[in-house]
């Protein structure tokens, strides 16, 4: 049997910073994802943090990954203006978030999460390479176990494809949905309480029209984030995030308020993309071909179909580059266009050649590129208290680790700070030859100085004090009567402190139920909304694709074995999933049983408290370009 | 022990996947306008010395007899089997060459390679643009080496010197059969189309991450490993090359005529549901009513 270091399970961002770091400590570790190549299975919102805080240290991308990362990486772009927006009908009222984003942050930049991960496994896999280590993907782990005490205390990995092999420490950041904890017996799948749904469409916008429509620079960014009635009743909210050229908007809520109030994951984006500040930001100009006359020859419409097709595909083409001043610049290089007014004129000709001759309409729109949904780990809820068993280390998702309070959301960069500290107690661990609970206590205790435990655990005062200055707009009377005395001692500038206090005795346990309801995410921010937000008109209705379409632009590499089996057909649970399954897997029969078409499954890990749930096997499933 | 030395010999074609090939107007091809490639045989090739190379860090050398523009095949194939040299025949004399002065040429060649004698040659199964599959065969022949074809899987032991291989026999009217051979080593292995090679170790999928990288890096600046001969540098006897070495008379060509289309179709637009509904109940019909 082939023997290694280290290995590590899953390659996220969460992993590769694992991989990085070992080589950075020249240690020897390979790194096992089942996706085909990484990035193809990974899903963010995402801004990716770089945090500075006051007290404790924090491990961040370029700690890991060298000081040039922000010159670099792929990232899309710096977000300089955070708006959180309460909405009712078409009311809106906007407070703008951008101290609290800014709060004990070096940056936070928005990332397209295959782009961000295709790139830190090259930088990753060319570190390891020296040490004999490296990537190795389309490989599906499937039971990671000690090996017989008599043989040693390594630990003995086996795969779908592969020949088993042995190392003496692992990491395991195969996700929120991570079989190695529930094949080591390290923690039970997360409940529906711990975890959150994500879902998510990708939108396609040129350059500098996003910077026209968000008010931003060429190198800036905007994040919007949308709480009232847009969540369809549910705890949580929306988000729209600028990227490069494209903008992701999603929405994440709450799995126990879904499984109250079933809700088909991707109707609740709609309902957001059809709220009328959402649709504005994403209007954009998109061709509408005209029918082909039926009473022309069949070699007419189809060639007029054809030269429609192409002239479209070209007017597309050229107006994404006329928009961006690194597109343009390339078509003028390319020698086809001598300035950038030349290929305005082109673009100009080639839509007045598609409306005159072809009837085609310029109509505004909006145009989705990729649907994605995934699980979020709540990590007030669920961070693993013992982040180890055996040889086995847990980070990111996997460890349920995450910060998510209000409109903070990080899960990234907590993964990544993991990911150095389980690192480092493997290094140490290989030093000593020590493994088993010395290393794992070591990293537990290295994960408990993190300051992002803290605030997993506990309000940061200072950061409350930024949010409420915020609102500060806000009437006391909409907020005050419905939290009455907590309100007022947070809102006191000498009294906040004492009220953090004791809210922390409480707890998170205690403290949850009453801050994260249906009353601060729906009902609040719609009265904000009502009594002082303005009113915004659509000037267009969004032309939805419907969820048999967002499927089929999907990619998959189908599997005929199913990797979840269904284990209580009847049960309610499962019941529930056929409403909740963001690719409506799930269906009921007349006999009342609930059957499952594993085909379309986008593995976010949803249905997998009910089912006997694996990934699927290396290489095979859904792909997706964006992520 | 000395690293293992192997041949692969490829062959530049015409691209014939959809939308890539050109005609003239008879309905010959137009082989100014179709783009050339590495053929599919030859890639399959490339794969299998590949996978020998990453398994026991063979020395690798791809050589091809063709007009100077087939170093882009060479290319092509150093991209897929990280190729330490490549050879490229070509010389005016080489024209008109049928199978068996085309394997003088490509023995020659073999035998020139700076990576030392080759244990084994791998070549395709045969060439895409209108080749009987004897190249390999006589190439092996003028080698002296054992020739094992139609090859599906092969694994080595180097310190024997001994390959074993699987091959697939198909036989008409009967079930496919799948042989395994044992041979010395040098030997030709023709590669079967379905060929894959698959990695099953750790250590292995590693390595060939670490190859495939190199091998772009080397394609990437590939002229500095590639050698051209000509006649005289290859030392070969132009007797026995190009139209003078070719002992095969071609008396005359005759084009296939076209055979009549034998089913009738038709065109259906389904652009509406209409006509969707015609098509369902078409098969429907079809099926005699089994199926709703
Ligand atoms: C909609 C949404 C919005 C979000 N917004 C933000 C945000 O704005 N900022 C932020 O910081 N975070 C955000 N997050 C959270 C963040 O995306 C995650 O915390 C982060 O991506 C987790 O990274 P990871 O490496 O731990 O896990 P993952 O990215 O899930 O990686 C796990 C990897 O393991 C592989 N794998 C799993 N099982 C196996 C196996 N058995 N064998 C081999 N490979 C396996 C998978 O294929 C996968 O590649 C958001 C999440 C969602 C869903
Ligand atoms: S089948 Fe389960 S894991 Fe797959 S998409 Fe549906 S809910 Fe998610």
């Known amino acids: 049997m082939e023997d290694f270091d280290a290995a590590i399970i899953g390659g996220g961002t969460a992993g590769l910073a694992a991989l990085k770091q070992l080589a950075n400590l020249g240690r020897q570790a390979v790194l096992i994802e089942a996706g085909k190549d990484t990035g193809t299975k990974n899903v963010s919102g995402g801004i990716l943090y770089s945090k500075k805080p006051r007290h404790g240290k924090v491990f961040n991308a370029e700690d890991v990954f060298g000081s040039s990362f922000l010159a670099e990486a792929p990232y899309e772009r710096k977000i300089t203006k955070y708006i959180l927006h309460a909405t009712s009908g078409n009311k809106d009222y906007s407070i703008d978030l951008t101290r609290a984003h800014e709060y004990q942050s070096n940056y936070g930049c928005s990332v397209l999460l295959n782009k961000l991960i295709s790139w830190l496994s090259v930088v990753a896999e060319e570190s390891a390479q020296k040490f004999g280590g490296g990537i190795v993907s389309g490989v599906h782990v499937r039971s990671v176990k000690p090996e017989a005490a008599a043989e040693g205390s390594r630990m003995i990995i086996e795969t779908d494809e592969l020949e088993p092999f042995r190392c003496k420490a692992v990491i395991a950041a195969d996700g929120v949905n991570s079989e190695t904890a529930v094949m080591t017996g390290a923690r039970e799948k997360f409940s529906q309480t711990e975890l959150y749904q994500g879902v998510k469409v990708i939108v396609k916008m040129p350059e500098q029209i996003i910077e026209e429509r968000f008010g931003i620079g060429p190198e800036e960014g905007a994040a919007h984030l949308f709480a009232g009635d847009v969540t369809l009743n549910h705890i949580g909210g929306g988000f729209v995030y600028t990227n490069r050229s494209t903008l992701s908007v999603g929405a994440v809520y709450h799995m126990d308020s879904l499984m109250e109030n079933p809700a088909q994951p991707s109707a609740l984006v709609d309902a957001l993309i059809r709220n009328p500040v959402v649709s504005e930001l994403l209007r954009d100009e998109v061709p509408v071909k005209s029918e082909v006359d039926k009473d022309l020859p069949k070699e007419e419409q189809l060639r007029t179909r054809f030269a429609v097709s192409k002239m479209v595909k070209n007017w597309t083409e050229l107006r994404d580059a006329y928009y961006s001043p690194t597109g343009s610049q390339k078509m003028i290089e390319s020698g086809k266009y001598k300035t950038r007014e030349e290929l305005k004129a082109r673009l100009d000709s080639i839509r007045s050649d598609l409306e005159s001759k072809y009837s085609t309409k310029f109509v505004s729109d909006y145009v989705e590129l990729e649907y994605s949904a995934k699980l979020v780990p709540d990590g007030k809820r669920c961070m693993m208290k013992k982040p180890y068993h055996d040889n086995v280390l847990f980070i990111g998702d996997a460890a349920g680790r995450g910060v998510f309070i209000g409109p903070r959301i990080e899960g990234l960069n907590v993964g990544i700070d993991d990911a150095v500290r389980a690192a480092n107690a493997i290094s140490r661990a290989l030093d000593r030859n020590d493994f088993g609970k010395s290393m794992g206590e070591h990293y537990s205790q290295s994960i408990e100085e993190s300051p992002f435990t803290h605030d997993m655990r506990e309000i940061d005062k200072d950061y409350l004090k930024i949010f409420l200055e915020a609102t500060r707009g806000v009437p006391k009377d909409i907020v005050g009567q419905r939290y009455g005395m907590i309100f007022r001692l947070m809102s006191s500038s000498t009294l906040r402190g004492l009220a953090v206090g004791l809210a922390n005795i409480l707890g998170y346990d205690r403290l949850l139920p009453l801050v994260e309801s249906v009353d601060t995410y729906v009902q609040v921010p719609m009265e904000i909304a009502e009594k002082m937000g303005r009113s915004v008109d659509a000037t267009y209705q969004p032309t939805i694709p419907s969820l048999a379409d967002r499927i089929a632009r999907l990619s998959y590499d189908d599997d005929r074995k199913s990797h979840i089996l269904v284990t209580d057909p009847q049960s309610e649970f499962i019941k529930k999933m056929v409403v909740l399954c963001p690719t409506a897997c799930y269906s009921q029969e007349p006999d009342g049983k609930v059957t499952l078409q594993h085909e379309a499954c986008v593995e976010c890990g949803t249905c997998s408290k009910g089912t006997e749930w694996h990934h699927p096997r290396g290489e095979k499933g859904v792909i997706y370009q964006y992520g | ?292």
């Open chain 2, 1 to 292: 022990m000395d690293p293992l030395k192997f041949g692969v010999l490829v062959k530049l074609e015409p691209d014939f996947s959809e939308g890539n090939v050109s005609y003239n107007a008879d309905g010959t091809l137009n082989r100014a306008e179709t783009k050339s490639i590495l053929g599919p045989h030859s890639a399959v090739a490339c794969s299998a010395a590949f996978y020998g190379k990453v398994k026991f860090g063979a020395k690798v050398m791809v050589g091809t007899m063709g007009p100077p523009i087939a170093d882009s095949a060479l290319q092509q194939a150093q991209m897929i089997c990280d190729a330490d040299e490549l050879h490229l025949y070509s010389d005016r004399l080489f024209a008109g060459a049928d199978t068996l002065a085309t394997a003088e040429v490509l023995k020659t060649g073999v035998e020139k390679a700076t990576i030392g004698k080759a244990d084994i040659v791998f070549s395709g199964h045969r060439a895409s643009d209108g080749e009987t599959g004897q190249t390999g065969p006589q190439t092996a022949w003028k080698l002296g080496y054992s020739f094992l074809g139609n090859v599906i899987d092969y694994d080595l032991d180097p310190e024997k010197r001994l390959i074993r291989a699987k091959r697939l026999i198909s036989l008409q009217g009967f079930h496919d059969v799948i042989e395994e051979v044992e041979s010395p080593l040098p030997a030709f292995l023709a590669l079967d189309p379905s060929y894959k090679p698959f990695f099953h170790k750790v250590s292995e999928r590693l390595a060939e991450q670490k190859y495939l990288k190199e091998a772009r890096e080397r394609a990437r600046d590939y002229k500095k490993y590639l050698t051209v001969f000509n006649v005289q540098q290859l030392g070969v006897d132009p007797k026995k090359v190009g139209l003078p070495g070719s002992p095969t008379i071609v008396y005359k060509v005759e084009k296939i005529p076209k055979a009549m289309a034998s089913r009738k179709a038709q065109v259906i637009d389904g652009s509406d549901a209409a006509s969707i509904r015609g098509v369902a109940e078409k098969i429907y019909q079809v099926l005699g009513g089994d199926v709703k």
